[in-house]
T-cell receptor
Framework: DAKTTQPTSMDCAEGRAANLPCNHSTISGNEYVYWYRQIHSQGPQYIIHGLKNNETNEMASLIITEDRKSSTLILPHATLRDTAVYYCIVRVQAGTALIFGKGTTLSVSS | EPEVTQTPSHQVTQMGQEVILRCVPISNHLYFYWYRQILGQKVEFLVSFYNNEISEKSEIFDDQFSVERPDGSNFTLKIRSTKLEDSAMYFC?????????????FGNGTRLTVT
């Protein structure tokens, strides 16, 4: 699976949009981009995933560049409860394991 | 919303003892996974399981580990002879197989402490 690069940490003010970047310059045409987050020591929580089109759900939006070499997870109105480690993962096909990196620690403050 | 359930939430065992961690995956899911996270470290993949057999495993998943789906609802991870370094959070996950809409859904883990 392709490797991803994320900033180690980011800060965001409560109520503002949090934009978390991810580089995956070696992504293949059949690899999906997944985003998960982990709050404290809870289990990783699925946020969103996409192949090449932008995606939106009740939690977040995923913007994938046209060349698919990078993506951005957008939390439109961050709250204190969004403080977590966010993982960007590329995955080749359904059923294969997700391999977690170190992720981005997002700190939301009031 | 359906969720993955893990029991117990915390287990303490002595070095050398066998331990079984239990998981109830989401009912219509077909793929099952175990991950672990040592305190302060990354979430690490251990094993995936499909159609009653291991489909993928990592280097961590050595002979002291085994997995089983003993009935239609449970998925277990057995550690035969626990070591101090097995102390970690163990997460179970499950996913649908078909199509691209198959994210893994994780339970909240079992904290294993080996003394």
């Amino acid at each position: 699976d392709a490797k991803t690069t994320q900033p180690t940490s980011m800060d965001c003010a409560e109520g503002r949009a949090a934009n978390l970047p991810c580089n995956h310059s070696t992504i293949s045409g059949n690899e999906y981009v997944y985003w998960y987050r982990q709050i404290h020591s809870q289990g990783p929580q699925y946020i969103i995933h996409g192949l090449k089109n932008n995606e939106t759900n009740e939690m977040a939006s995923l913007i994938i560049t046209e060349d698919r070499k990078s993506s951005t997870l957008i939390l439109p109105h961050a709250t204190l409860r969004d403080t977590a480690v966010y993982y960007c993962i590329v995955r080749v096909q359904a059923g294969t394991a997700l391999i977690f990196g170190k992720g981005t620690t997002l700190s939301v403050s009031s | 919303e359906p969720e993955v359930t893990q029991t117990p939430s915390h287990q303490v065992t002595q070095m050398g003892q066998e331990v079984i961690l239990r998981c109830v995956p989401i009912s219509n899911h077909l793929y099952f996974y175990w991950y672990r996270q040592i305190l302060g470290q990354k979430v690490e993949f251990l094993v995936s399981f499909y159609n009653n057999e291991i489909s993928e495993k990592s280097e961590i998943f050595d002979d002291q580990f085994s997995v089983e789906r003993p009935d239609g609802s449970n998925f277990t991870l057995k550690i035969r002879s626990t070591k101090l370094e097995d102390s970690a959070m163990y997460f179970c996950a499950s996913s649908l197989k078909q199509g691209d809409n198959s994210p893994l859904h994780f339970g909240n883990g079992t904290r294993l402490t080996v003394t």
